[in-house]
């Protein structure tokens, strides 16, 4: 039996175009970040620290995911410490986050370590394996265990739950809507990816109505000195797939108790109608940044800010209860405080030790580094909302 011929990402795109005409470009993206095998998820290399293209708060050192076991553990208690805890986790990447708060549960909060059972639900096949490898002692113990979607996870999930995610929301595709029409992905005359508009769907109308803005053009001395692909007019994204992510999530609760945390980089609406967080969509490769998405297909992450006001929206719709939208700096010192970040210094002996996890610590908190970048959104279904430590700084 015969087997087409290995093909390269930006050939099989084309091809598609080819087939089916212009795509949009939620597809292309989905394409570049997933497609088995050569997607930039999908593919065997790493994407995550120093020998990647972009660092993570799990990637500064273990005290985040030690603060956010300190958290866990007090929503733990919030629903009565119940004997079992499913938590799982959302796109977990390389299992730094998840060794971290495992680890933490077992030295500190042995309680809350003997019910957690941690999920990690990952799509690509290669991050699977690396899980695998990585959680393997967790694994062997029966106190973890790695899922392809979020409805297999829940299946074998009771009735607490906490559902976690770090980074997660930015890297969904989304369409990208100008003043022209809804941007369709193409290939020009020279082979090269191209765009071209289209009338926007009801349903991406529907999106900007509603939680964020509609485009505008842009006047001519901003447009002539915009990239090509920017075409003389403001871009504004329209996440829906993120939108049916958060149903998904919500479906999860309708016969279960607990609380959802998610930290990412976004915008409310009301910041969006001051003007800003448009035209978000970025690539990173090799710790550089880029606009353009058509440079390295599967080469290069491809993320846009979240829309906190959208999913809060989808997540009110079915009747779970907004906490609080915190940045990661309110959200780490409101844990931090509760024994002054024992967490961070408890295990360092030396004092160049502790400097470097001060340093480190500052990194996480301080709007020089990443304490301001990242929000945190958390909700709750079937808890009474206590005063969670994370939330002691909200407005």
Same mark, same amino acid.
């Given at each position: 039996?015969?087997?087409?011929?290995?093909?390269?990402?930006?050939?099989?795109?084309?091809?598609?175009?080819?087939?089916?005409?212009?795509?949009?470009?939620?597809?292309?993206?989905?394409?570049?970040?997933?497609?088995?095998?050569?997607?930039?998820?999908?593919?065997?290399?790493?994407?995550?620290?120093?020998?990647?293209?972009?660092?993570?708060?799990?990637?500064?050192?273990?005290?985040?995911?030690?603060?956010?076991?300190?958290?866990?553990?007090?929503?733990?208690?919030?629903?009565?410490?119940?004997?079992?805890?499913?938590?799982?986790?959302?796109?977990?990447?390389?299992?730094?986050?998840?060794?971290?708060?495992?680890?933490?549960?077992?030295?500190?909060?042995?309680?809350?370590?003997?019910?957690?059972?941690?999920?990690?639900? %990952?799509?690509?096949?290669?991050?699977?394996?690396?899980?695998?490898?990585?959680?393997?002692?967790?694994?062997?113990?029966?106190?973890?265990?790695?899922?392809?979607?979020?409805?297999?996870?829940?299946?074998?999930?009771?009735?607490?739950?906490?559902?976690?995610?770090?980074?997660?929301?930015?890297?969904?595709?989304?369409?990208?809507?100008?003043?022209?029409?809804?941007?369709?992905?193409?290939?020009?005359?020279?082979?090269?990816?191209?765009?071209?508009?289209?009338?926007?769907?009801? %349903?991406?109308?529907?999106?900007?109505?509603?939680?964020?803005?509609?485009?505008?053009?842009?006047?001519?001395?901003?447009?002539?000195?915009?990239?090509?692909?920017?075409?003389?007019?403001?871009?504004?994204?329209?996440?829906?797939?993120?939108?049916?992510?958060?149903?998904?999530?919500?479906?999860?609760?309708?016969?279960?108790?607990?609380?959802?945390?998610?930290?990412?980089?976004?915008?409310?609406?009301?910041?969006?109608?001051?003007?800003?967080?448009?035209?978000?969509?970025?690539?990173?490769?090799?710790?550089?940044?880029?606009?353009?998405?058509?440079?390295?297909?599967?080469?290069?992450?491809?993320?846009?800010?979240?829309?906190?006001?959208?999913?809060?929206?989808?997540?009110?719709?079915?009747?779970?209860?907004?906490?609080?939208?915190?940045?990661?700096? %309110?959200?780490?010192?409101?844990?931090?405080?509760?024994?002054?970040?024992?967490?961070?210094?408890?295990?360092?002996?030396?004092?160049?030790?502790?400097?470097?996890?001060?340093?480190?610590?500052?990194?996480?908190?301080?709007?020089?580094?990443?304490?301001?970048?990242?929000?945190?959104?958390?909700?709750?279904?079937?808890?009474?909302?206590?005063?969670?430590?994370?939330?002691?700084?909200?407005?």
């Amino acid at each position: 039996m015969s087997h087409p011929p290995q093909t390269d990402l930006r050939q099989r795109i084309a091809d598609l175009i080819g087939r089916e005409g212009p795509i949009p470009f939620s597809r292309y993206m989905e394409m570049c970040l997933y497609e088995p095998g050569l997607g930039y998820y999908a593919r065997a290399r790493e994407q995550f620290g120093k020998a990647g293209d972009f660092y993570t708060s799990s990637d500064v050192h273990a005290l985040y995911g030690r603060l956010l076991c300190r958290q866990f553990d007090e929503m733990w208690r919030a629903m009565g410490s119940p004997v079992q805890l499913d938590f799982i986790e959302l796109g977990p990447g390389r299992g730094l986050f998840a060794l971290d708060v495992l680890d933490w549960a077992q030295k500190k909060f042995p309680d809350f370590a003997a019910a957690i059972r941690y999920r990690l639900v %990952e799509t690509s096949e290669y991050l699977r394996t690396r899980l695998a490898e990585r959680m393997a002692d967790y694994l062997g113990k029966g106190q973890g265990s790695i899922y392809a979607s979020l409805e297999e996870a829940a299946a074998d999930s009771g009735e607490s739950l906490i559902v976690f995610g770090n980074e997660f929301f930015d890297a969904l595709p989304v369409e990208i809507v100008t003043a022209r029409g809804e941007i369709r992905v193409t290939v020009d005359a020279t082979g090269h990816f191209a765009e071209t508009t289209v009338p926007a769907r009801p %349903e991406v109308l529907e999106y900007l109505d509603r939680y964020a803005v509609h485009p505008h053009a842009a006047e001519s001395t901003e447009a002539d000195s915009l990239p090509d692909f920017h075409a003389r007019t403001t871009r504004v994204e329209a996440p829906l797939a993120a939108q049916d992510w958060m149903n998904r999530i919500t479906a999860v609760f309708a016969s279960r108790r607990g609380f959802v945390v998610f930290v990412d980089y976004g915008y409310t609406r009301a910041q969006q109608l001051a003007g800003r967080h448009l035209d978000t969509l970025m690539t990173y490769r090799q710790h550089t940044a880029s606009p353009d998405p058509y440079q390295a297909p599967g080469e290069q992450d491809i993320t846009t800010h979240v829309n906190f006001t959208a999913l809060r929206a989808v997540a009110e719709h079915a009747c779970l209860k907004h906490l609080g939208l915190v940045t990661q700096a %309110e959200f780490l010192m409101g844990i931090g405080e509760q024994n002054e970040f024992a967490d961070a210094f408890s295990e360092a002996e030396l004092p160049q030790e502790r400097a470097k996890i001060a340093m480190q610590l500052k990194h996480l908190v301080t709007p020089a580094g990443l304490g301001e970048i990242f929000q945190v959104m958390t909700l709750a279904h079937g808890v009474d909302a206590p005063n969670l430590a994370g939330l002691k700084f909200a407005r």
